[in-house]
């Protein structure tokens, strides 16, 4: 299995509510990164988990909750999101941390906050 | 420190060449190449770690030139599907700090 796999795959969720977002992989990678990704702009770093914890934040908003409850699944729970919080969020994972070895992505979640 | 990269959009015939640059004011470790189709995941390319070597992929290929702080990709007889937004990633200099940070991307056209 050579994939990452997000779902759902389309989300619209007003600002009160909570969701959450799921990534799973089986390639035995011990990194995976949650990435945001506006129209037409690059993927843009959020969160990045090795060895199922958390050892990178970018200062996201606490209104952004990750969470690894173990090496193949990644969370991002969403809570009171804002309306520029509509985007494409990426999963991705990579055999190790570090920048040695290449990602693989999921297709990602289109997020509508309403 | 986000790269730079250039051209920002290219439009080419089949058969045609191209080549894409990615250039940082900082060192690098290393530099990832990404090709982004509409609606898609970013699928990985290759990566070039510090030691200027040069990868080859079937007809694309790339050069990282340690000195200069840059990167190209090359892409030979492009093909209708090389058409895709093309990313670079970069990470400081240190490596090992899982913080990739991608270019604003070079949209590639090839038209038949």
């Known amino acids: 299995d050579t994939e990452v796999t997000q779902t759902p795959k389309h989300l619209v969720m007003g600002m009160t509510n909570k969701k959450s977002l799921k990534c799973e992989q089986h390639m035995g990678h011990r990194a995976m990164y949650w990435y945001k990704q506006k129209a037409k702009k690059p993927p843009e770093l959020m969160f990045v988990?090795?060895?199922?914890?958390?050892?990178i934040n970018e200062s996201v908003p606490s209104r952004f909750s990750p969470e690894c409850p173990n090496s193949s699944l990644l969370n991002l729970h969403l809570h009171a999101l804002q309306p520029e919080d509509s985007a494409l969020y990426l999963c991705?994972?990579?055999?190790?941390?570090?920048?040695?070895?290449?990602?693989?992505f999921g297709s990602g979640t289109r997020l509508t906050v309403v | 420190q986000q790269p730079v990269q250039s051209p920002q959009a290219v439009i080419l015939r089949e058969g045609e060449d191209a080549v894409i640059n990615c250039s940082s004011s900082?060192?690098?470790?290393?530099v990832h190449w990404y090709r982004q189709k509409h609606g898609e995941a970013p699928v990985f390319l290759m990566i070039l770690l510090k030691g200027g070597e040069q990868k080859g992929h079937d007809k694309i290929s790339a050069s990282f030139n340690e000195k200069k702080q840059q990167s190209s990709l090359y892409l030979t007889a492009s093909q209708l599907s090389y058409s895709g937004t093309y990313f670079c990633g970069t990470d400081p200099p240190q490596g090992g700090s899982e913080k990739l940070v991608f270019g604003k991307g070079t949209k590639l056209t090839v038209n038949p």
């Open positions: 991705a994972s990579s055999q190790s941390d570090g920048t040695n070895y290449g990602y693989t």
């Open positions: 900082k060192a690098l470790y290393s």
């Open positions: 988990y090795s060895y199922e914890k958390l050892s």
